[in-house]
C-alpha cells in the first residue's frame, strides 16, 4: 500500500497553479452562479416577507395653558408609559377584535427619543395591507385607554401609518446574496488550487528531480515564438524556434548547448552515435528540440544527421520550411530493400552555413506502422551510422504510440522531452521505465518550455512559447491527478537496488 504523498512546496510553481485557475475560471464563474442561486432559493423557501407601517404620536399636556417646560416635563413621565401601553396586550387584544381576528396579527415595537416628546410606533406584518391595518387599529383604540390611564396628558398622531411595498428583510437578504458571489468564488479557487496542487505534474525543476527518475539533462526555458514587428503581430506570423535564427534570445540558445555537451559526453564515453528524443504525450516541443540540438552538433562537428521518424506526423519539413520534395525519404526506406545512393540522395544538406543534413519524411498509412519492428528499422540506420557522426531521431511520443519503443532497440541512447505542467509524473515514469528496459541507454530527460514568475523576472528574454507544430491525432490525452510516485518509479528504484 503506497503512503501519503509528502507536499514539498518546492515542487509547485505558482505560475503553473495561477495558469490553471485561469484556464478553467469558467468553473469559478459557474461556481459564483450556483451559490448566488442557492442562497436566493433558500431565502425564498426559509423566510416570508415582512413589511413595516411607521406611525408617529407625539405626547403632550392636556392643559392648554402649560409651558413648554412642562410639556417637556410631562414627556420625561409620561412618554415611555405611553409606549409600555401602546405594546400591551390589552391593547392588541383590542386592536384585533376591531380587525375581526382572533389575535393581533402583527408585531409591535416602540422607540422612544431622549428629551423629546416623541413616540414612534412600528408594525411589523406579512403584507403590507396587513401592518397598515394593525397600524390603523391600534390608533383607533388605544384612546379608550390611555385618556382613563392619563389624566394629564394626551397621545395624538402626528404622522402615519405608512404603507411600505418594499419587504424591510430585502436589504438584508441582498446583502447575503452579494456575500454569495465572493464566497462561491473563493470556495472554487481554493478547489482548483488543491486540483493543480495533486494533479503531480512537473513544474519546477527541483520538482522534476524528486517525482522523475533520471537525470535532468538541461532547462529550456521560455522563448518568443512570433517576429518582432507591428505587421507580423497582426499578421499572426511565426517563426521557428531554431537556435540558427538570429531572434531567439542568447539564454536559450545557451540552453541547448548546455544540452548538447551531455550528448558529446555520451559520446566520448560510450560511444553512442544514435540519438533518439521522444516525449510522453504530443505537443511537448520534441521535434523543436531534436531540430535545435541537431543545429548545436552540427556547429561543432561535421556530418551531423536530423532524421524525422515521425512517420505519422512529421514536423520537421514544417520547422526547417523546406517542401518535402525528394522521390524518397525516410519512410521510403523502412522496412524494405534499398540502394545507399537512394540513401545518399533523399538526404538534404542545408548548406555550409547550417551544415546540417536531415532525412525528412512523408506520413506513412496505419496498416504499415502496424507491421514494422525493430528489424524493420535497423538496416536503415546501421547504414547512416557509417556515414554520420552524429545521428539525432525525432520520434512520435511513446505515450501514444509504440514506434518510439521499436526505435529504442535500434538506437544507442534515447532522450524524453518534458514540457513544463503538461504530464502527469506517473506517466512520464511510465515513458522513462519502457526506455530503460529498452536495448538503449536512457540519457536522461530535458524539461522544457519552463515558465515561473520568479524566471520571467530573471530572464527578460522569456516571452510567450508557441510550438505550431502540434500532432492532432484527432483524440485526447487523458492526464488524470496522480497522488504519490508511480508504480514505475518504485519499481525503477527496486530494480536499481538489486
Known sequence: MEGKRNIEWSNFDLYCITKFVLRNFWLVILSMLIFVMSVTLLQNLAFAPEYNSTVTFSVTSRSASSASVGNIAVTDTVAGQFGQLLESDIVRSSAAKRMGLDSFPATIVISVPENTNIVKMTITAGSPELAYKSALAIIECHHEYSSSVFATAVLDTINGPTISTIPTTLSSRQWLVRLSAPIGACAMILLLIMMAIQADTVQTPHGAKQQLEGKLLATVYHERKRRLSLRSFFNRAKTSLLISNPTCSFYYTETIHQFRVN???????????????????????????????????????????????????P??????????????????????????????????????????????????NRHRLESLSAESFRPLIDALRDQFSYIIIDTPPIGL????????????????????????????NDAIDNLSDSSSVFLGYVLNNFRSFRATTFLRSSYGYGYGYGYGYGYGYGYGYGYGKSKAAEKHKNKKKG
Open 263 to 313: 550528448i558529446e559526453h555520451a559520446k566520448e564515453h560510450d560511444g553512442h552515435k544514435v540519438f533518439m528524443i521522444c516525449s510522453c504525450s504530443e505537443n511537448e516541443g520534441k521535434s523543436t528540440i531534436a531540430a535545435n540540438i541537431a543545429l548545436s552538433l552540427a556547429q561543432k562537428h561535421d556530418r551531423v544527421l536530423l532524421i524525422d521518424a515521425d512517420l505519422r506526423r
Open 315 to 364: 514536423a520537421q519539413s514544417l520547422i526547417f520550411e523546406q517542401p518535402n520534395k525528394r522521390a524518397f525519404d525516410f519512410s521510403s526506406f523502412v522496412g524494405k530493400v534499398f540502394k545507399k545512393q537512394d540513401l545518399a540522395d533523399a538526404i538534404t544538406y542545408l548548406g555550409p552555413q547550417l551544415n546540417l543534413h536531415i532525412l525528412f519524411s512523408s506520413a506513412v
Open 401 to 428: 504510440f509504440a514506434d518510439s519503443e521499436v526505435l529504442a532497440d535500434v538506437v544507442d541512447a534515447s532522450v524524453l522531452v518534458v514540457r513544463q505542467d503538461v504530464v502527469s509524473a506517473i506517466m512520464i
